[in-house]
């Protein structure tokens, strides 16, 4: 069997972090990729391409230790690519940049100068997101646009272009043509996670509806489906998945159910210090050492969610990803995606292995490393 896409992302203010939570280039295992990600670089006050860390990126290893993964790859098949954009960057210099042929040109000539020169293999668009967080309405058109001439310049030259895009069927409507930006993209990762409720308790990753409070809430095969019935090719469809979980406080330590009362977001974890956020490599070191949690899993929408005392997080596992991968290969989809290989129990100190959550994915897709670590 043909081997699934599957994208890796590596965050990398992840250098950053302290003890176990600390992840470099050099602790990336090539060989669980298809496709290695590196986030993010920037856009200048110009509207060119740039670095948001220049010490990390072009002093101390960065580029060039990202670039040499290909080197350590045994099949010599992976891909190496640039994003720009993420949630930090905001949406409304893309909105600018976006908005005439000549912006939109200047930043497609500066893109792939920078791959060509850094030796990149392409560039995945991030912008969070068209008509959004101060965007203009026109933003969705004008994104179809600037895929069109990051197409026209990268494609002669082998260069691949792919777009992370929303995993909430509201914004996905609102910001893309997507009959049209399939076309333009050889892969779109569809971010299927964060699509939790902000009062309540709530799965952030769920496959399918079931038990939620907000039944009208995206799922991820609800915007999957439209993607489908607008012309878009399955086989260019990434599933994105979590690496980390979602937490609150609850309101009564007694109510745990899905839709659960909460008082706000749960307390930062040790490496990645943002409320309501808990890498995996946190929350299975914090289930080692608090045997308290009780775990409740749902088989339709493909999540788990657990609680002890008043903290409540909805994550992925490894049985949650394998059973998505499974929907993957029923759908016929291109593969998967992970969000970020930074935060998964890459040390394997809680797990029997090293990158738990990414084996589960390429197991679940019918590959399996050989590497043993």
């Known amino acids: 069997m043909e081997r699934k896409t599957v994208f890796c992302y590596w965050a990398s203010w992840a250098i950053y972090r302290s003890g176990n939570g600390n992840h470099n280039i050099g602790q990336i295992v090539p060989e669980y990729c298809s496709h290695v990600i590196f986030t993010f670089s920037g856009l200048d006050i110009n509207g060119e391409i740039t670095s948001l ?40 210099k893309y909105s600018l940049m976006a908005e005439s042929a000549s912006s939109r040109e200047k930043f497609a000539d500066s893109v792939l100068r920078w791959l060509i020169f850094y030796g990149f293999d392409g560039i995945d668009i991030d912008w969070e997101y068209p008509t959004q967080r101060g965007g203009l309405t026109i933003d969705r058109e004008n ?12 494609s002669p030259r082998n260069r691949t272009l792919s777009a992370a895009v929303s995993g909430s ?4 409507k609102l910001a893309y043509e997507t009959n049209l930006i399939c076309k333009e993209l050889d892969f779109l990762s569809i971010m299927g996670y964060d699509l939790h409720d902000s009062n309540v308790t709530s799965n952030h990753s769920p496959l399918e509806a079931e038990g939620e409070a907000t039944t009208s809430r995206s799922t991820i095969s609800s915007t999957i489906d439209f993607y489908r019935r607008s012309g878009c090719p399955g086989e260019k469809i990434l599933l994105g998945v979590p690496a980390y979980g979602r937490s609150y406080v609850l309101k009564d330590a007694r109510i745990t159910a ?49 609680f002890n005392g008043k903290l409540w997080v909805s994550y992925d596992d490894e049985r949650t990803i394998r059973q998505k991968a499974e929907y993957v290969l029923r759908e016929k989809l291109g593969g998967m995606m992970l969000w970020s290989i930074d935060t998964d129990d890459f040390r394997g ?22 590497t043993k670590k």
């Open 349 to 370: 100190k809680c797990s029997n292995q090293m990158y738990p959550l990414l084996r589960a994915m390429n197991e679940g897709l019918k590959w399996e490393s050989k």
């Open 169 to 172: 069927l509201e914004t996905t």
């Open 143 to 154: 994104f179809t646009e600037l895929l069109k001439v990051l197409k026209k310049k990268l």
């Open 258 to 306: 899905l839709g659960a009362p909460i008082t706000g977001k749960g307390k930062e974890g040790t490496f990645t210090r943002e409320k309501g956020f808990l890498g995996y490599n946190e929350l299975c070191e914090m289930f080692k050492k608090h045997k308290g949690f009780k775990r409740e899993y749902s088989a339709k929408n493909s999540s788990v969610y657990a």
């Open 53 to 92: 860390d220049p010490d990390a990126d072009f002093k101390n290893g960065g580029f060039k230790d990202f670039i040499a993964l290909k080197q350590r790859d045994p099949s010599g098949c992976l891909k190496v690519i640039l994003a720009i954009g993420g949630w930090g960057e905001g949406s409304e």
